[in-house]
Each structure stands twice: as structure tokens, then as C-alpha cells.
């Protein structure tokens, strides 16, 4: 059985509600994982989603920030929600695929929106930096503890950890997301619990990955100044199964885009 899992940043899901319904019938996902929903969950859009044929849906939102949402065309049994330094702001949902998946039956799917940390690289100073590195610290000591079993993680992990995950590795040394202090507690946490990240996997460095332009440059395609922030990783049981990664990066060209363009995952299971 072929099972596909995308992962998108969609900046405001009321807002582009309109490019979730044609990402979702254009590219089928069975799961699509969405984050910064920015929704209270009073008002999410759940009619429209269930009506382009995703009928189970769980989510997690607040008001203008953060959120965070599972799609799929499968049961999703045990929704659950964590919450990282002592807040409860909408950054982590997780849910078990029922047993109409198949073949994908118990595989567990993680969704997470890493903050994004501001733009002063330090601690003292930045207050939104040192929640993301103790986000990521958290998640490291979470890493550790995770049962045993076949997992999907997914999400904007807001850090673009190695080398050729950027547009210019040097330039970006000091700019938040691809600080070595930021890089090192990903690739820590990720290897300590033993996530394969697929798109590596699959396309090694040197080969350049991007999932994010930001809307200050004029010109994003010409430009071509990108990160790779979105990431799909794997418990170590499933990487036998991964066929392929896909960004899909011509929907930061569609009309009123999110900065972060859609990541699909993948796997014969």
C-alpha cells in the first residue's frame, strides 16, 4: 500500500482555505498535516475540509497564532496534544491511523510548529529565541521517552539544519533558523531518537532543499533565497518503506501564498 503524508505551513487556514482545497484536489494526500493555522477551533473551517473529502479531521488552535491540524482520508483514533514550556499555545498534535488504513494501520503521525524564535540569534536578548531552544530541548528529552512503534513526524520545525538547506550556508551563519546553536539541537535530537529525516535520505547534500521564501523579497523565484524549515522524518522501522519527498514548490506562486510551500511524504507500506 502507497501511503502519502504532506506537510504545510499554511499561514492563516481561513485565509487560504481556498489553496487547501486545491492542494487537496490536485495532489490527494491520504494525510495532510497543516500548521500556523492561526484559528480558534470555534471557527475552523471543518465543513469545507470534510466536504473535499477528508472526513476526519483533528485540530488544535488559539486565536491568531500558532495551530495546528490533521487531515485524512483514514480514521484517526487517539488525538492527542502536548504542551511544551508549561504553554498550552497549539504547537503539537499527534493521532493514530485506524485499522481501514490497511497495511498503515497503528502508525502514529506527530505534528509539530516549532517557534520561530524572532530575530536577534540570542538568548539573553531575545526571549523568543530562548523559547525555540527550549522547545527544541524539551522536544530532545520527549525524543527519548517516545514508545516504541512505527511513527511519522512532520511539521515547521523552523530550523534548516545542515549545510545546503540554505541558500548561503555562510551568510546565514548569525540568522536565525540556521545558528549552529539552533542546527546542533535538531540533528541531536533527531539522531538521539533516532528519526530518519527522508528527504536526506533520499536527496543528500550537496543538492540544495528549500520549503520557505520569505515575502520580503520582491522577486522569491528569480531570487531563489530559500531554507528548508518543513521536514518529514521517519521512526526507524518505516525507513525501509520511504519512495519519495516531494516539495511542491509552485504553490508559493499561487495567488495570496503561504511563505512555506507543501512536503509529501511517501512510503510503501
Known amino acids: 500500500m502507497r501511503l502519502t503524508v504532506s506537510t504545510w505551513n499554511i499561514n492563516s487556514v481561513r485565509l487560504r ?5 486545491r492542494f487537496l484536489a490536485e495532489s490527494r494526500p491520504d494525510v495532510l498535516c497543516l500548521q500556523e493555522t492561526k484559528c480558534p477551533d470555534e471557527v475552523f473551517p471543518l465543513k469545507a475540509l470534510k466536504g473535499s473529502g477528508y472526513e476526519h479531521v483533528v485540530f488544535a488552535g488559539q486565536k491568531g497564532y500558532n495551530g495546528v491540524a490533521i487531515l485524512s482520508r483514514f480514521p484517526l483514533l487517539d488525538p492527542a496534544v502536548m504542551g511544551f514550556c508549561e504553554r498550552a499555545d497549539a504547537r503539537h498534535i499527534s493521532a493514530v491511523l485506524g485499522k481501514e488504513a490497511g497495511p498503515a494501520a497503528g502508525i502514529v ?5 516549532v517557534p520561530a524564535g524572532g530575530d536577534v540569534p540570542d538568548r539573553g536578548l531575545n526571549p523568543k529565541f530562548a523559547h525555540k531552544l527550549d522547545f527544541l530541548q524539551e522536544l530532545r528529552a520527549w525524543g527519548g521517552k517516545r514508545a516504541a512503534g512505527p511513527a511519522i513526524l512532520v511539521g515547521d520545525l523552523n530550523v534548516a539544519p545542515l549545510e545546503h538547506d540554505v541558500w548561503s550556508h ?3 551563519l548569525d540568522v536565525v533558523s540556521h545558528t549552529p546553536v539552533e542546527t546542533e ?3 541531536t535530537l533527531r539522531g538521539e531518537a533516532g528519526w530518519i529525516d527522508t528527504a536526506r535520505l533520499l536527496t543528500p547534500e550537496p543538492e540544495k532543499i528549500y520549503t520557505w521564501w520569505s515575502y520580503r523579497s520582491p522577486n522569491w523565484e528569480l531570487a531563489n533565497k530559500g531554507r528548508r524549515l518543513d521536514h518529514a522524518w521517519v521512526s526507524p522501522d518505516l525507513a525501509g518503506t520511504v519512495r519519495g519527498v516531494t516539495v511542491s514548490r509552485e504553490t ?3 495567488e495570496r501564498p503561504s511563505d512555506h510551500v507543501p512536503v509529501t511524504l511517501a ?3
Open 109 to 113: 503521525l506527530h505534528d509539530f510548529y
Open 17 to 21: 482555505i481556498d489553496s487547501v482545497l
Open 170 to 172: 555562510k551568510q546565514l
Open 267 to 269: 512510503l510503501e507500506v
Open 185 to 187: 539541537a535538531l540533528e
Open 252 to 254: 508559493r506562486g499561487w
